[in-house]
T-cell receptor, first 110, second 115 residues
Framework: DAKTTQPPSMDCAEGRAANLPCNHSTTSGNEYVYWYRQIHSQGPQYIIH???NNETNEMASLIITEDRKSSTLILPHATLRDTAVYYC???????????FGKGTSLLVTP | ETGVTQTPRHLVMGMTNKKSLKCEQH?????MYWYKQSAKKPLELMFVYSLEERVENNSVPSRFSPECPNSSHLFLHLHTLQPEDSALYLCASSHLGAANTGELFFGEGSRLTVL
């Protein structure tokens, strides 16, 4: 699985868009980009995933660059409940499990 | 109940005790996982079971013994643990095979403290 690089922490004002970047320069053609988040002391929660097209669901949008070397998770209107650690993971569907890195600790402030 | 349920949520044990963590999934998945999360560290994959067969064991000490009696249940038997084994133990499940989307569903975790 490709290695990912994320900033260790970010702040965002409540109601504003939170844009969380992720670099994955070694991504191969069959590897998906996954985003999970973990609210303090809870199990991680799936957010979204994509291969090469941008994706949107009720929680977030995922923008993947054309060269697939980086992506951005967008929370369009961040709330205090979005404060969590956000993990960007790159993996193929043939793998058994996802390997989590250190993620980005997002703090949403009033 | 729906989702992935872990019991107990909190466990305190001495180094000579034997205890077990239990995980149950109600999602019809065919793969189950144990992860360990120590304080301020990333999640570490411990074990993977696919169709009740262990398919991955990430160099976990033998004092941790997993058991998967069927596709809905997963146990982690604990024996002669060390204080550094204190952590949040997370269970997850997923589809494997043709239905695999790579999405893991996690339980809330079992917080273990070893005295």
């Amino acid at each position: 699985d490709a290695k990912t690089t994320q900033p260790p922490s970010m702040d965002c004002a409540e109601g504003r868009a939170a844009n969380l970047p992720c670099n994955h320069s070694t991504t191969s053609g069959n590897e998906y980009v996954y985003w999970y988040r973990q609210i303090h002391s809870q199990g991680p929660q799936y957010i979204i995933h994509g291969l090469k097209n941008n994706e949107t669901n009720e929680m977030a949008s995922l923008i993947i660059t054309e060269d697939r070397k980086s992506s951005t998770l967008i929370l369009p209107h961040a709330t205090l409940r979005d404060t969590a650690v956000y993990y960007c993971i790159v993996s193929s569907h043939s793998g058994y499990a996802l390997n989590f890195g250190k993620g980005t600790s997002l703090l949403v402030t009033p | 109940e729906t989702g992935v349920t872990q019991t107990p949520r909190h466990l305190v044990m001495g180094m000579t005790n034997k205890k077990s963590l239990k995980c149950e999934q109600h999602l019809g998945h065919n793969a189950m996982y144990w992860y360990k999360q120590s304080a301020k560290k990333p999640l570490e994959l411990m074990f993977v079971y696919s169709l009740e067969e262990r398919v991955e064991n990430n160099s976990v000490p033998s004092r941790f013994s997993p058991e998967c009696p069927n596709s809905s249940h997963l146990f982690l038997h604990l024996h002669t643990l060390q204080p550094e084994d204190s952590a949040l133990y997370l269970c997850a499940s997923s589809h494997l095979g043709a239905a695999n989307t790579g999405e893991l569903f996690f339980g809330e975790g079992s917080r273990l403290t070893v005295l």
